[in-house]
């Protein structure tokens, strides 16, 4: 059987050049907003597309501590604070579009270089950020990634979730299932009409009582919050079911 370690840095290697991308059309999205389009409303409720893009930067410099931690061995805090990190936000949304899109930049540059600095080895290494399990230092980079992803549709300048590389979002889904098993959670069977995958929501005890079907980008999008369920299909027909905050 193969050690982890190789495994480990072979997915962090694909991770990295998926951020690059992911990052690029990031830039290419933000790159002519006005100072007024960056105070404007983003999709997500009480942010601006200031916000987003604020939080997408404090993101990435949270994230490159983390892999501080798995290269030196330093417990190296992804925040001080939540209440750190929503400050930063806060005051950092209103600032001019141009000091928005230089500091995204500069820190997923910075996040990319701390990311080149981590031996294979690293990557195994196990961290934990301000919420949630501890993960292994590759996993890091899967967060990055699905940060990019979520909140550029969350700017809502023309990039939507039929825009998702189709392997984020069939791995997205993969993964967000299981922040939907609680008691609040709908009994529900999620069928991905591009791969023919299926997932389970809800009570693991409960069995389904409603079949949804559709792309995997449209059945994330509607189970993380980013869309009202357009281009799913209910079995029996009838209303989606409403599910609980990603």
């Given at each position: 059987?193969?050690?982890?370690?190789?495994?480990?840095?072979?997915k962090?290697?694909?991770?990295?050049?998926?951020?690059?991308?992911?990052?690029?059309?990031?830039?290419?999205?933000?790159?002519?907003?006005?100072?007024?389009?960056?105070?404007?409303?983003?999709?997500?409720?009480?942010?601006?597309?200031?916000?987003v893009?604020?939080?997408?930067?404090?993101?990435?410099?949270?994230?490159?501590?983390?892999?501080?931690?798995?290269?030196?061995?330093?417990?190296?805090?992804?925040?001080?604070?939540?209440?750190?990190?929503?400050?930063?936000?806060?005051?950092?949304?209103?600032?001019?579009?141009?000091?928005?899109?230089?500091?995204?930049?500069?820190?997923?540059?910075?996040?990319?270089?701390?990311?080149a600095?981590?031996?294979?080895?690293?990557?195994?290494?196990?961290?934990?950020?301000?919420?949630?399990?501890?993960?292994?230092?590759?996993?890091?980079?899967?967060?990055?990634?699905s940060?990019?992803?979520?909140?550029?549709?969350?700017?809502?300048?023309?990039?939507?979730?039929?825009?998702?590389?189709?392997?984020?979002?069939?791995?997205?889904?993969?993964?967000?299932?299981?922040?939907?098993?609680?008691?609040?959670?709908?009994?529900?069977?999620?069928?991905?009409?591009?791969?023919?995958?299926?997932?389970?929501?809800?009570?693991?005890?409960?069995?389904?009582?409603?079949?949804?079907?559709?792309?995997?980008?449209?059945?994330?999008?509607?189970?993380?919050?980013?869309?009202?369920?357009?281009?799913l299909?209910?079995?029996?027909?009838?209303?989606?079911?409403?599910?609980?905050?990603?």
């Amino acid at each position: 059987m193969n050690s982890p370690v190789p495994d480990a840095a072979a997915k962090a290697a694909e991770l990295v050049q998926r951020i690059d991308v992911a990052t690029a059309r990031v830039l290419a999205t933000v790159a002519r907003i006005t100072d007024e389009q960056a105070r404007e409303p983003s999709a997500l409720p009480g942010w601006s597309r200031g916000h987003v893009l604020t939080h997408l930067s404090r993101n990435a410099d949270g994230l490159a501590n983390l892999l501080i931690w798995a290269r030196t061995g330093v417990v190296t805090p992804q925040y001080p604070s939540m209440e750190v990190r929503d400050h930063q936000i806060a005051t950092g949304a209103d600032r001019p579009a141009r000091e928005l899109i230089v500091d995204f930049a500069y820190s997923a540059t910075a996040f990319g270089s701390e990311a080149a600095q981590l031996r294979d080895v690293d990557w195994a290494a196990e961290v934990s950020g301000i919420r949630g399990a501890p993960h292994p230092a590759w996993y890091t980079l899967w967060r990055r990634l699905s940060e990019l992803e979520i909140h550029h549709v969350d700017l809502d300048a023309g990039y939507r979730p039929v825009d998702w590389p189709p392997e984020f979002a069939r791995e997205c889904l993969q993964r967000a299932v299981s922040s939907f098993a609680g008691p609040d959670s709908p009994a529900a069977l999620l069928r991905v009409a591009d791969n023919g995958a299926e997932y389970r929501i809800g009570p693991p005890e409960q069995a389904p009582t409603v079949t949804i079907t559709g792309p995997s980008h449209a059945l994330l999008a509607w189970l993380v919050g980013r869309s009202d369920g357009g281009g799913l299909t209910a079995t029996p027909a009838g209303p989606l079911p409403s599910v609980p905050p990603w």
